[in-house]
Every structure is written in structure tokens, then in C-alpha cells.
T-cell receptor, first 113, second 108 residues
Framework: KAGVTQTPRYLIKTRGQQVTLSCSPI?????VSWYQQTPGQGLQFLFE???????NKGNFPGRFSGRQFSNSRSEMNVSTLELGDSALYLC????????????FGDGTRLSIL | AQRVTQPEKLLSVFKGAPVELKCNYS??????LFWYVQYSRQRLQLLLR??SRESIKGFTADLNKGETSFHLKKPFAQEEDSAMYYC??????????FGPGTSLSVIP
């Protein structure tokens, strides 16, 4: 089985721009979660999607949004980028988001200039 | 408040020595706890979960609800155990709260 795939692997943007990150979960997995990883804050939960619905959300501003498509692929969007948004963004998938553990992708490293 | 703490940012042990990575949590519900590991240049991966009560790569972890702890232990550390270890608490629908992580370095 192919693992969780995130694209692109690296992105460089400037302040004020917006960005869209993509995540393809493991085949059959319907739950997709997003995390932000920074040296200062560690791994922080952004949101979780299941069957195209956001079920859970972390404490991030509204500039961070996401969506999930009918094939379970998910995208995350960050608008009006700030320097502090520089981070590794990780996507994780699981079958239902209930009792199974999550499987993580390699992440997208976003750098804001 | 829901929180996971790992008091040691960095832990160094000699090869063959016992290792214990500490994890404490704060959660009012019934916790579901995990240990994730990230080896150098690899993706984050599940090491073990308390519900399975299994031993993976010689590591074990016991949930102590009284002390709200889920410490990770291994009797004899190996060089290949050097990695970043994260304790994680799952609250609901894949909302997972991670601890800050402990970097384990096994000295040959």
C-alpha cells in the first residue's frame, strides 16, 4: 500500500501570499488530519476531516482552512501568509479517525520570506 | 486542560543501559495514548499504543491512570534507538495532542 503522500515537499512564499498544500491519504483511509510542526511549538493539531466534513479543529486563526474531496484527498490553505507560518505541515490519515492510529506523510516544508 | 508533557528535551544513555522516556498527560476523559518515533530523515511513525499492550522493538509503555503517566521503557538501549520520541494523547476524532518530544541519543 502506498503511504500518505504530500505535495509539494518544499514551498517558498512571501508574506501576504496564500498557499495550498495537498495530501493524499492511504487508500481506504477516510480520515485526514493536519498538523503544524515548528521548533518552538512542536506538533500542533490544525484540523481533521472525515467524509468531506471537518470534525475537529485546533486553535489556529481563520487564515488556516482546509477541505476534503470525495476521494478523501485533502487540501490545506493558508491565506495572507505571515513569517510565523514557516513550518513543516504534516498530514496524517487513518481509516475512520476513531480507534486506529494515524499514518503520517513526509510533510510540506513551507518557508515564508 | 488537555496537555502532554515530556520533561526531558534531550536524553543520552549508553548502549546496553536501560532507558525511560517520561510522559505525563492531563485529560479528564478516558485517555488513549501513543508513542510516536521519528528517526533521522524518516517520517513520523507509530511506535506503540497503550490499548495494544504490546512490545515494539523492545519498548514497552504502561498507562498509569493514578499518576497520569505513560512512560516508555526499554531494558537495553541500542544505537538504532537514537531518535526523536513523541508522546501523544488522542481525545476525539483524531484530535491528537503531542508532547514536545524527547531526543534520545544512545552513545556507543
Amino acid at each position: 500500500k502506498a503511504g500518505v503522500t504530500q505535495t509539494p515537499r518544499y514551498l517558498i512564499k512571501t508574506r501576504g501570499q496564500q498557499v495550498t498544500l495537498s495530501c493524499s491519504p492511504i487508500s481506504g483511509h477516510r480520515s485526514v488530519s493536519w498538523y503544524q510542526q515548528t521548533p518552538g511549538q512542536g506538533l500542533q493539531f490544525l484540523f481533521e476531516y472525515f467524509s468531506e466534513t471537518q470534525r475537529n479543529k485546533g486553535n489556529f486563526p481563520g487564515r488556516f482552512s482546509g477541505r476534503q474531496f470525495s476521494n478523501s484527498r485533502s487540501e490545506m490553505n493558508v491565506s495572507t501568509l505571515e513569517l510565523g507560518d514557516s513550518a513543516l505541515y504534516l498530514c496524517a490519515s487513518s481509516l475512520t479517525g476513531d480507534v486506529e492510529p494515524q499514518h503520517f506523510g513526509d510533510g510540506t516544508r513551507l518557508s515564508i520570506l | 486542560a488537555q496537555r502532554v508533557t515530556q520533561p526531558e528535551k534531550l536524553l543520552s544513555v549508553f548502549k546496553g543501559a536501560p532507558v525511560e522516556l517520561k510522559c505525563n498527560y492531563s485529560y479528564s476523559g478516558s485517555p488513549e495514548l501513543f508513542w510516536y518515533v521519528q528517526y533521522s530523515r524518516q517520517r513520523l511513525q507509530l511506535l506503540l499504543r497503550h490499548i495494544s499492550r504490546e512490545s515494539i522493538k523492545g519498548f514497552t509503555a504502561d498507562l498509569n491512570k493514578g499518576e497520569t503517566s505513560f512512560h516508555l521503557k526499554k531494558p537495553f538501549a541500542q544505537e538504532e534507538d537514537s531518535a526523536m520520541y513523541y508522546c501523544a494523547l488522542k481525545t476525539s476524532y483524531d484530535k491528537v495532542i503531542f508532547g514536545p518530544g524527547t531526543s534520545l541519543s544512545v552513545i556507543p
